[in-house]
């Protein structure tokens, strides 16, 4: 059972690490006769990176004051939040820059950040289709939670690096911080769901 301070803790750094971010991006010298579509996808960006985080902290019950029930639910919400962040994200780039967009993916950009960000995400397209056809489909509870969760660590490798690759307006120690707690907390659910399976 976790303190109050804990709790209080856990939510303070959660929070930061999500506004933190958006704030330095929204003060960005990088922003300037930028265009607006350029910058909503910009920030669509960022916003994915943070509702990445939320994913496995939500999903191994992480967060103080949430119960399964709830965390799950939100688990699938914030998934879907994050389809349309992606989806804005890529669509804004593409009215921006077409032929960018079209060698990322078809993986003929010179960029490296391009590809893993591409990779990202079909991983993060493909997990959440999985998600939506999980019934239907009639995987075997093991089956589903193993290739969720396989779509889900190329997801979080993918973004990682996408993210850090780029020279962009998160900033560089706000960027590397949150990239670090993105990995951090999937390492711990991926551990943990090992540990119980065992058991």
């Known amino acids: 059972m976790k303190s109050r301070p804990v709790k209080i803790l856990i939510w303070a750094v959660f929070v930061h ?6 704030a330095v991006a929204a003060t960005s010298p990088l922003l300037a006769w930028r265009e607006p579509i350029y910058i909503v996808a910009g920030f669509a960006g960022v916003i994915a990176m943070g509702l990445l985080l ?14 399964k029930l709830r965390s799950r639910s ?3 919400w914030v998934g879907a939040m994050l389809v349309c962040a992606i989806v ?4 804004g780039l593409w009215l921006t820059s077409p ?6 993916l078809v993986f003929n950009s010179p960029t490296p950040f391009s590809v893993w960000g591409v990779i990202a995400m079909w991983t ?21 939670k193993t290739a969720h969760a396989s779509l ?14 780029i020279e962009g307006t998160m900033g560089t120690v706000s960027k590397l ?3 670090v707690l993105v990995a951090a907390a999937t390492a711990k659910l991926v551990f943990d769901l090992g540990v119980r399976r065992k058991n």
């Open 17 to 22: 690490a999500i506004i933190v971010p958006f």
């Open 54 to 67: 939320a994913q496995p902290l939500l999903i191994g019950g992480y967060l103080p004051g949430l119960s």
């Open 74 to 76: 939100l688990h699938r």
């Open 88 to 91: 804005v994200h890529v669509g």
């Open 99 to 104: 032929p960018d967009v079209i060698d990322a």
């Open 124 to 144: 993060v397209f493909a997990a959440a289709l999985l998600a939506a056809f999980r019934r239907p489909l009639r995987l075997h509870p093991w089956t589903w």
């Open 152 to 165: 889900a660590i190329v997801t979080v490798a993918g973004s990682i690096a996408h993210a850090l690759l």
């Open 177 to 179: 911080v949150l990239c």
